[in-house]
């Protein structure tokens, strides 16, 4: 089991910048692949990035060249690093725990509670 728990939203202007932090407990968190996704009001939850255990990563096309992924196993903590934030970004943004490396949100086992983030125009 691990638990998860994400930090680091809130508002922003558009073109601003946000960091969130998923942090987890009960195993270490380099034994999982790591994603962030998010959801808007009315809307699926939709895959954002993703890091491996070898810190591979990718990104969805509307995340490419403004957010980051990366992790600190040290600290057991993963972070999405977002830039150039425009009004779409707002949504809950989660964090997830998965053995498999994918983009669906099935493929991943534990969850945490969100975090919302809204951008302002």
């Known amino acids: 089991q691990v638990q998860l728990v994400e930090s680091g939203g809130g508002l922003v202007q558009a073109g601003g910048s946000l960091r969130l932090s998923c942090v987890a407990s009960?195993?270490?968190?380099?034994?999982?692949?790591m994603g962030w996704f998010r959801q808007a009001p009315g809307k699926e939850r939709e895959f954002v990035s993703r890091?491996?255990?070898?810190?591979?990563?990718s990104s969805a096309d509307s995340a490419k060249g403004r957010f980051t992924i990366s992790r600190d196993n040290a600290k057991n903590t993963v972070y999405l690093q977002m830039n150039s934030l425009e009004p779409e970004d707002t949504a809950v943004y989660y964090c997830?725990?998965?053995?498999?490396?994918?983009?669906?949100?099935?493929?991943?086992?534990?969850w945490g509670q969100g975090t919302q983030v809204t951008v302002a125009s």
């Open positions: 890091i491996t255990r070898d810190g591979l990563t």
């Open positions: 997830a725990a998965g053995m498999i490396s994918g983009t669906e949100p099935s493929w991943y086992a534990y």
């Open positions: 009960g195993r270490i968190l380099s034994s999982y692949v």
